[in-house]
């Protein structure tokens, strides 16, 4: 997956944009206004021109910061603020920056399917960071990702927290109602 995501990142150097622009704003209307983006690593589609579309639009923007024990907190980031060189090539806001509890939140990954499966770097850090902001309240996941980062069937496990949502430079998927339909379907 990851030369698969290397070979639609090199075969799309628009990608950014073409997300950013296509973006359905009424997301952000129902599950703003605190949005977590990140920073690309490696060939991850950049969410930056979506993250500066929708804090013009009023969005308030937060990064995810590793923790030293795991897991992942949310810290309030504006466009142009600097960010700290941190463990395994990231680039986070600084610790001091205050804590943010985002409710729709822009994911990285390497695959992902149409029941909303989602296939990270293993470690788990989403899904625990997105099980706790459901516990606590509503957060919408949305991945961003090249449209050949679809594929037909990603595996999960019962801790795996399913995406709501994915854009990719061909548009929009609805994943929270693919898979609603599939299991109206199985049941």
């Not at 609805?174 to 379907?185: E, G, I, Q, T, V």
Request: aromatic content about 6%; glycine content about 8%.
């Amino acid at each position: 997956m990851r030369t698969i995501r290397a070979e639609a990142a090199a075969r799309d150097p628009d990608a950014a944009e073409k997300i950013a622009d296509l973006f359905p704003m009424k997301l952000l209307e129902r599950y703003g206004p605190v949005v977590s983006g990140y920073v690309p690593i490696n060939e991850e589609l950049d969410p930056m021109p979506l993250m500066k579309r929708l804090a013009d639009a009023g969005a308030e923007l937060c990064l995810p910061r590793m923790l030293p024990e795991g897991g992942i907190s949310w810290r309030l980031w504006s466009l142009g603020e600097p960010l700290e060189r941190r463990p395994f090539g990231l680039s986070e806001p600084t610790e001091d920056a205050p804590e943010a509890h985002p409710t729709l939140i822009l994911t990285p990954l390497l695959a992902f399917d149409a029941k909303g499966n989602r296939l990270g770097y293993g470690k788990g850090h989403y899904d625990q960071a997105l099980q706790t902001l459901r516990s606590e309240g509503r957060a919408f996941a949305c991945a961003v990702a090249y449209a050949a980062q679809q594929i037909d069937d990603v595996p999960a496990e019962a801790h795996d927290q399913p995406l709501d949502w994915a854009i990719t430079p061909a548009g929009s998927i609805p994943l929270f109602m693919m898979r609603n339909m599939a299991a109206l379907k199985q049941g």
